[in-house]
């Protein structure tokens, strides 16, 4: 069974930094590749980012490019959304999806499952 656990939201002023974790298994990270998505109040869900362990890819949606960067720790089988000049539209629920089997610089593609997300909220 796949199972994704999203942390580390929270609340935060315009310009400050927050880094989300994603604790995943069910599968393997060798084979498959790991994804954010986030979805305001009132807007459609929107890819973030996401990377593959075996080959280094990883893509950024253009809204968020030069802000955020997205890590992986393979030995705890968790990924990490480090955000970092954050604008009040970043405000969002953000959830992991996975398992991906394509991730590059162009976008993904996977099987579309997703856990509880983590909240965040940046003030202006």
């Known amino acids: 069974e796949v199972q994704l656990q999203a942390s580390g939201g929270g609340l935060v002023q315009a310009g400050g930094s927050l880094s989300l974790s994603c604790a995943a298994s069910g599968f393997s990270f060798d084979d498959y590749a790991i994804g954010w998505f986030r979805q305001a109040p009132g807007k459609e869900r929107e890819g973030v980012s996401c990377?593959?362990?075996?080959?280094?890819?990883?893509y950024y949606a253009d809204s968020v490019k030069g802000r955020f960067a997205i890590s992986s720790d393979n030995d705890k089988n968790t990924v990490y959304l480090q955000m970092n000049s954050l604008k009040p539209e970043d405000t969002a629920v953000y959830y992991c999806t996975a398992p991906l089997f394509l991730c590059t610089s162009s976008g993904w593609d996977g099987m579309d499952y997703w856990g509880h997300g983590t909240e965040v909220t940046v003030s202006s």
């Open positions: 990377i593959s362990s075996s080959d280094g890819s990883t």
